[in-house]
């Protein structure tokens, strides 16, 4: 079997820490060897995680740290991509061709410089984006570093991609459909696998208490581009249920721009300035009968969604404006509800709190879950793998 090596130039602490976790054990079910490379912190919470789920690679996985700068503010992350710059080239630079090396997160700055030597050598590069891709359709300002990154990929995208051996990993065939329509020359250097999540074992459950209030809230951090003032409308519409106490609203998570919110709002704001621990984060989000999502219509078109991997894992059904990642996600196993405007989000709410509205999702829960392990996704990548010649079969 073939080895690989994983670069994480940019994960501090609990950042992203369970797509890292996902992506090393899955690669665990492809290689015979997998090596890991990040910061400390990362690493360190990568190894709770490992004790917490009960996984053992028994010596197929090492794990490998250089210095990286763990302070979490704005600078520190500029700092990060900036010596991501020389971190992800000097990796390149360093591994033999016969082993494959996976960027966890892809530096946009030295990727034209990577796919540009690799026309050349050849080597065997996956490069997996997150949400980094949405700055493809985004109006930036020349001014702004963001400005740079965005024609750095677009450039690399247009041109350098499809001449190199190079491949894009991305989280969903969503993700992948949209950037073929903008790309269509990448379609023989495009990989995809669902974005794998660990869900553990617990029943569907769509009430949490006996009180006989529906517990309904938005999961993550939340600003203007992910629905705030969709969720100011709504709570505005469903004041009735909120004032007779039939209806709570959450907002888990901290709020940007939080001191201009009125205060006469009837939603519970959990933590607007202040980041939760992962065990208060548990304790807020259990509390939901559904988790609510109203991001624009038109957003999710290259990004996946790691709040609804927290409604899979804990089978709480999902209220939703419509988005092109979560029409995929779904797909035939609809675990909610998806809507194209906030009235029929608003009319949806009425008919739970009504009892008009009741169905179990179990099933759907089931299949989805599958759609999102580690097993299924891990056999996805595999076959793509072999396909462009980066794996064989064993014989």
């Known amino acids: ?99 494959i090396i996976l960027f966890n997160y892809t530096n946009r700055l030295s990727l034209p410089f990577i796919l540009s030597l690799n026309i050349l050598l050849k080597k065997k590069v996956i490069l997996l984006f997150h949400g980094e891709l949405e700055t493809l359709t985004q109006r930036i300002p020349f001014y702004k570093m963001s400005w740079i990154y965005k024609q750095c990929m677009r450039f690399s995208f247009r041109y350098l991609i499809c001449k190199s051996n190079a491949h894009a990993l991305v989280l969903g065939d969503s993700i992948k459909n949209n950037i073929l329509e903008q790309f269509p020359q990448l379609k023989n250097n495009i990989l995809s696998i669902c974005h794998p999540y660990y869900v553990e074992d617990t029943e569907t459950k769509t009430k949490t208490g006996n009180d006989g209030i529906i517990r309904i809230g938005t999961v993550g951090v939340m600003n203007k581009a992910k629905g705030l003032d969709s969720l100011l409308i709504l709570s505005s519409k469903l004041k009735d249920l909120l004032v007779k106490k039939k209806l709570e609203l959450y907002c888990i998570g901290t709020v940007n721009n939080a001191d201009t919110i009125p205060s006469d709002t009837m939603i519970h704001w959990t933590s607007k300035t202040k980041c939760l621990n992962r065990e208060e984060f548990e304790q807020e989000i259990n509390k939901l009968d559904y988790f609510l999502f109203l991001y624009p219509l038109n957003s999710y078109k290259y990004t996946a969604s790691g709040a609804i991997m927290d409604a899979i894992r804990l089978k709480k059904p999902i209220i939703s404006l419509r988005n092109d990642y979560f029409d995929y996600l779904m797909g035939a196993y609809p675990i909610g509800y998806l809507e194209d405007s906030l009235e029929n989000i ?39 793998l072999r396909n462009i010649g980066y794996i064989k079969d064993e014989v």
């Open 1 to 99: 079997m073939a080895n690989i090596r994983i670069v994480d130039y940019y994960s501090i602490r609990t950042f992203h820490e369970m797509i890292n976790l996902c992506l090393i054990n899955l690669s665990s079910k492809i290689f015979s060897e997998v090596n890991y490379r990040s910061g400390k912190s990362a690493q360190k919470n990568i190894k709770l995680l490992l004790s917490k789920f009960k996984i053992k690679f028994d010596g197929t996985v090492t794990f490998q740290h250089f210095p990286v700068d763990e302070r979490d503010n704005v600078l520190s992350s500029l700092i990060r991509e900036f010596a991501g710059f020389f971190i992800t080239l000097f990796h390149y630079l360093g591994i033999h061709s016969s082993k």
């Open 346 to 384: 608003e009319n949806d709410i009425r008919k739970i709190v009504d009892g008009e509205l009741t169905p179990n999702f179990s099933n759907e829960f089931n299949n989805i879950i599958e759609k999102i392990s580690i097993s299924s996704n891990a056999y996805l990548l595999q076959e793509q």
